[in-house]
């Protein structure tokens, strides 16, 4: 494929931004899902929080010339956004990060939904971390395809949805005693 038409497709691919939770637990399995999705004929726009994007652009280094890896032929940017926290600030302190998010994402995110740099052309679908949910409306807003992933195990979803249940049903108490 010439240069011309291999620029030509990635404009014309779908075009999804990823948004997970900045965890390890759930950065790792957006990045599969970045890596299933490319393998499918995606763009993909990785956003992590810059306090982790760091520790992203050091394993996509050293993927980068695996065969096969969601990072070769440039279907794949990472973009980092501030949280809003000082570098100070203790990231593991999750109400703080939580709410901090909440006010200095959305703006950024905006930013890189109306953009179309990147060689990768405009988003065309979000995927974000269920914890991330908030995200969803500036998706909405403009009228792309989106989704919220749960990025934990299915057993933890299970007990969250379903403790309500549980505890009316008299199998715990308020604490999770039997």
Request: some cysteine; proline content about 4%; overall charge negative.
């Amino acid at each position: 494929m010439a240069a011309a038409d291999a620029g030509k497709a990635a404009h014309t691919a779908p075009h999804a931004l990823l948004l997970p939770y900045p965890a390890q637990g759930h950065v790792i399995p957006f990045m599969e899902l970045a890596d299933r999705l490319i393998d499918r004929g995606f763009a993909v726009t990785f956003v992590n929080t810059e306090f982790n994007h760091r520790r992203v652009v050091a394993a996509a280094a050293a993927a980068a010339g695996a065969p096969g890896s969601a990072f070769a032929g440039g279907r794949l940017r990472l973009v980092a956004v501030a949280d809003g926290m000082d570098d100070g600030e203790d990231h593991d302190d999750f109400v703080r990060l939580n709410a901090c998010m909440q006010e200095a994402i959305p703006p950024q995110l905006d930013a890189l939904l109306d953009a179309s740099d990147g060689g990768l052309g405009k988003v065309t679908c979000v995927v974000v971390d269920v914890l991330m949910a908030w995200a969803l409306d500036a998706a909405n807003r403009r009228g792309l395809s989106s989704a919220a992933l749960w990025a934990a195990s299915a057993a933890v979803l299970a007990v969250l949805i379903g403790a309500k249940d549980l505890i009316r049903d008299g199998v715990i108490d308020d604490d999770g005693e039997s």
